[in-house]
């Protein structure tokens, strides 16, 4: 069975850009979620998505955005990036709808961004 | 609100000794409670989860971990440690209503030979 993909695994981008990463899911995992992870606040979530829709948010600003799609992969955009939005990315997905479920949380590789 | 502590930024060991990470929570109900491992430049990978039943849970690479709800710790444990072990742990309680996990800050582990 597929683990969770990120794609891609490394990016480098400049300030005032934006990105897009990608995360495909276990296969009929339907939730999908994202955290950021740095050196100085760990890692904090950023939202997650349940059958296309958003579900929960986490405390960052608009720039951060996301979506689902209907095979459950979900992307997260993040426009006009500065300095501080260096970080991995992770991405989980999960087969149950609320708490993980019994199977807990299965998470990606991560997306590596650097913003110069 | 949820909330992890886990008190050790970073524990050193000598290989084949016992190893003992602490985790502390704050949760109003019955905790869903996690750890996971990550190496350098890695995702995280689930070592074990506890939701409900016995308390002393078994999970993967010969880890083990106890939930105490009289203390709110859910510690992780291993009897003996191998170089292979050294990363970055991690517990973590999945939130109330939502489907999302609070992560600790921690617990960075070196293997000395």
């Known amino acids: 069975k597929a683990g969770v993909t990120q794609t891609p695994r490394y990016l480098i981008k400049t300030r005032g850009q934006q990105v897009t990463l990608s995360c495909s899911p276990i296969s009929g995992h339907r939730s999908v979620s994202w955290y950021q992870q740095t050196p100085g606040q760990g890692l904090q979530f950023l939202f997650e998505y349940f059958s296309e829709t958003q579900r929960n948010k986490g405390n960052f600003p608009g720039r951060f955005s996301g979506r689902q799609f209907s095979n459950s992969r979900s992307e997260m955009n993040v426009s006009t990036l500065e300095l501080g939005d260096s970080a991995l990315y992770l991405c989980?997905?999960?087969?149950?709808?609320?708490?993980?479920?019994?199977?807990?949380?299965?998470f990606g590789s991560g997306t590596r961004l650097t913003v110069v | 609100a949820q909330s992890v502590t886990q008190p050790d930024i970073h524990i050193t060991v000598s290989e084949g000794a016992s190893l003992e990470l602490r985790c502390n929570y704050s949760y109003g109900a019955t905790p869903y409670l996690f750890w996971y491992v990550q190496s350098p430049g890695q995702g995280l990978q689930l070592l074990l989860k506890y939701f409900s039943g016995d308390t002393l849970v078994q999970g993967i690479k010969g880890f083990e971990a106890e939930f105490k709800r009289s203390q709110s710790s859910f510690n992780l444990r291993k009897p003996s440690v191998h170089w292979s072990d050294a990363a970055e742990y991690f517990c973590a309680v999945a939130s109330t209503g939502a489907n999302n996990l609070f992560f600790g800050t921690g617990t960075r582990l070196t293997v000395i030979p």
């Open positions: 989980a997905s999960s087969l149950a709808g609320v708490r993980g479920g019994h199977y807990g949380y299965t």
